[in-house]
T-cell receptor, first 112, second 113 residues
Framework: ETGVTQTPRHLVMGMTNKKSLKCEQH?????MYWYKQSAKKPLELMFV???????ENNSVPSRFSPECPNSSHLFLHLHTLQPEDSALYLC???????????FGPGTRLTVL | EDQVTQSPEALRLQEGESSSLNCSYT??????LFWYRQDPGKGPEFLFT???AGEEKEKERLKATLTKKESFLHITAPKPEDSATYLC??????????????FGQGTTLQVKP
């Protein structure tokens, strides 16, 4: 595997379900990010982890819970989501929280 | 308030018809400006980083330039495979070690054969 991978690629869940999104980077980076991309809106930064420590939480509802067990892996735990949370969720990584970020293919999430 | 504005929102070109996309930004101190390409249903693909006014970067039919207020992505003799959404993002010095990028809304380019 190379670059940034995300699983699953597609996810459909009910409002009462609990699910997790997984991201893995194979670039030797030490900063990882979660973004939300909704139709007709700019990418929204959700969370930043640098050296496995959360350094940014952009006023994201508590139904989204990130986890970064090491510098290569990032999770987004989801519970009791709302239909308006349906979007493309993108993971990215970079070196030391500076410079260009490299994105994964995203998880297309649909909340029914 | 920090802002990134891209124009036009959508652009249709004939194959071979050169044009430019604009990204204007307002930040207190620019650390870097980034261009990405995004195909439908996929993650953004990194194209260029520009750090200072006057800098230029080229890759195949694409050329990115930077001034103190805006960046242009010039597309020379585009082909249908250049059709995509092009995203601009800026990083400012005040972002510390968060690496925070502020994205524009993108320009969707369609190149017809």
């Amino acid at each position: 595997e190379t670059g940034v991978t995300q699983t699953p690629r597609h996810l459909v869940m009910g409002m009462t379900n609990k699910k997790s999104l997984k991201c893995e980077q194979h670039l030797g980076h030490n900063a990882m990010y979660w973004y939300k991309q909704s139709a007709k809106k700019p990418l929204e930064l959700m969370f930043v982890y640098s050296l496995e420590e959360r350094v940014e939480n952009n006023s994201v509802p508590s139904r989204f819970s990130p986890e970064c067990p090491n510098s290569s892996h990032l999770f987004l735990h989801l519970h009791t989501l709302q239909p308006e949370d349906s979007a493309l969720y993108l993971c990215a990584s970079s070196r030391e929280g500076v410079g260009e970020q490299f994105f994964g293919p995203g998880t297309r999430l649909t909340v029914l | 308030e920090d802002q990134v504005t891209q124009s036009p929102e959508a652009l249709r070109l004939q194959e071979g018809e050169s044009s430019s996309l604009n990204c204007s930004y307002t930040v207190s101190g620019l650390r870097g400006l980034f261009w990405y390409r995004q195909d439908p249903g996929k993650g953004p693909e990194f194209l260029f980083t520009l750090y200072s006014a006057g800098e230029e970067k080229e890759k195949e039919r694409l050329k990115a330039t930077l001034t103190k207020k805006e960046s242009f992505l010039h597309i020379t003799a585009p082909k249908p495979e250049d059709s995509a959404t092009y995203l601009c993002a800026v990083q400012e010095y005040g972002s510390g070690n968060t690496g925070k990028l502020i994205f524009g809304q993108g320009t969707t380019l369609q190149v017809k054969p």
